[in-house]
Each structure stands twice: as structure tokens, then as C-alpha cells.
């Protein structure tokens, strides 16, 4: 599934018991991951401790802050790969009008999840180098915008790299010099206009990045679908195109389906 049909997922800040996002086992990218009853461990933050006998957290019950850890198990039979996560508990007040002050329900903010979750689906052809750079890039997606846009930004590095783009010049003072990635980016168009501005427009998301102040979840995950558009041209179209000829040449041939193979 691509990123933009389970974009939704990604956007849920607060897990609760009205929002839970149907998050996929990173291991096997098949399996729901489940939270069975008693997953987690909580503790109360330090300031919550020091004034837990305050009447003032009975009536502000948004205000105690706990951290939470635990595991998610993969439903799949054939992986239960156990998904560890972090993160900080708040209460939130139930909307409906009630004189208990104190009728509130739990609301998870999660930070880090280990293995880090699968934003976009990476093929097998893409080279490992990339994968492992955009994997990494995920583990920031929950904590860190800017960090995971800079590692997204690193991953275009790298595809320039594997695509043979070069990376330094000669200046005018004889001297070498790094070429700046969109400049590689204007390289790579010459030979391929059609995903420049593709690779470009993640570029830009990458870069803000390094400016101050917070990068939203939704323009990273632009970021994400330009790359996974870029990956799947570049790394996946031409083996998909490969293997789907070698059957329609057979089929045309004799004229009727493939029989007899093995379904996996
Ligand atoms: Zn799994």
C-alpha cells in the first residue's frame, strides 16, 4: 500500500481509545500490531510525583503527565515480532459534561518505536545503502521533524551518489569544490526531466530541516511520497516492467493463462 492511500495513520498525534491507527509490523510490512491488555508500563513524571496528593491534578486531570513504554506484538503468526515504544501519557478530559472532574481517559504520545515503523514500503531492488538511510530517517519521524527531514535529504544524497552524479567541480580558482545537491538534482535532469522536479521538491522539504523551528508531520510526509515516487521509478518500475513482459510474452504465445505454477 502507498503512502498516500494510509496517509491518515501517520497523522494521529494522540492515541486513545476513540483514535487508535492501524499501525503495520515493520518486520513482515503484513501484520496489524496489537496491544494486548497490560502492554505497557507507566510512570508518573517527576513534577506529577512531587504534587500527586495536589487537589489541583483531581480538577486538572490534563495536566499529570506520565511516560509510558511497552510492547506492540505483530499479529502475523508466522513473525510476532515484538515493536518497542516510548513515549508520554497524558490525561484527557472526556468532552461530555460530568461533575466528576476527575472522568478523564488515557491519551498515548508516542516517541520512538523500535524497530522504527515503516512510513513508505521500500522495493528490494532499491540499493541498501538508500534503504538503510531512509530506515533510519523513520526513527526520527515521531520525535525529530527536522532531524528525519535532514536524513531524507541525505537519502537524495545518496540516490545522486548510486545514480553516478558527480560530486565535486573545479572552480575558477582551480580549486575543488562540493557541487550543492540541487545542483547535482539540475545534473541528474539532463537525463531525466521527468523526475527532477520530483527530486527537487524533496529537496526543499529536506532543507528545512536545517532552518529553526518545527517541520510539520504533513509536509514530512510529502517528503515521504516524493521519495517513494522517485525509489519506485528509479529502483522498482524497470524490474516490475521486466517480470510482467516475461509473462505477457508467454501468455501471447500459447494464447492462454499461466497454469501449473506453484501460488505462493
Ligand atoms: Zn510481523
Redesign the pocket.
Known amino acids: 500500500m502507498s503512502l498516500r492511500e494510509n496517509r491518515d495513520r501517520w497523522l494521529i498525534e494522540y492515541y486513545t481509545k476513540y483514535s487508535k491507527p492501524n499501525l503495520?509490523?515493520?518486520?513482515?510490512?503484513?501484520?496489524s500490531?496489537l496491544f494486548n491488555p497490560g502492554w505497557q508500563k507507566v510512570e508518573l513524571n517527576s513534577d506529577t510525583k512531587l504534587n500527586d496528593d495536589d487537589a489541583h491534578f483531581y480538577y486538572n486531570p490534563e495536566e499529570v503527565v506520565k511516560y509510558f513504554t511497552g510492547f506492540a506484538i505483530?499479529?502475523?503468526d508466522?513473525?510476532?515480532?515484538p515493536v518497542g515504544l516510548i513515549g508520554i501519557l497524558n490525561q484527557f478530559a472526556e468532552d461530555i459534561p460530568t461533575d466528576d472532574h476527575n472522568k478523564s481517559y488515557d491519551a498515548y504520545l508516542p516517541k520512538f518505536f523500535f524497530p522504527s515503523l515503516s512510513i513508505i514500503q521500500i522495493g528490494k531492488n532499491c540499493p541498501p545503502e538508500i534503504c538503510t538511510q531512509i530506515k533510519k530517517s523513520f526513527s526520527h519521524f515521531f520525535n525529530d521533524g527536522s532531524a528525519c527531514a535532514n536524513s531524507i535529504r541525505t537519502s537524495l544524497e545518496l540516490i545522486m551518489n548510486e545514480q553516478g552524479i558527480k560530486r565535486t567541480t573545479i572552480d575558477k580558482n582551480r580549486r575543488r569544490k562540493d557541487i550543492s545537491l540541487h545542483d547535482r538534482i539540475e545534473l541528474f535532469g539532463k537525463g531525466n526531466k521527468e523526475l527532477k522536479p520530483f527530486l527537487l521538491a524533496a529537496k526543499w522539504i529536506g532543507n528545512a530541516g536545517s532552518h529553526i523551528g518545527e517541520i510539520s508531520k504533513e509536509a514530512l510526509l510529502d517528503g515521504y511520497e516524493l521519495l517513494e515516487h522517485c525509489i519506485d521509478e528509479l529502483y522498482e518500475k524497470k524490474h516490475r516492467l521486466e517480470e510482467l513482459k516475461k509473462k505477457v510474452k508467454v501468455i501471447n504465445r500459447t494464447k492462454k493463462p499461466i497454469e501449473g505454477k506453484k501460488k505462493p
Open positions: 503495520i509490523c515493520p518486520k513482515c510490512n503484513i501484520g500490531l505483530c499479529l502475523n508466522k513473525c510476532q515480532e
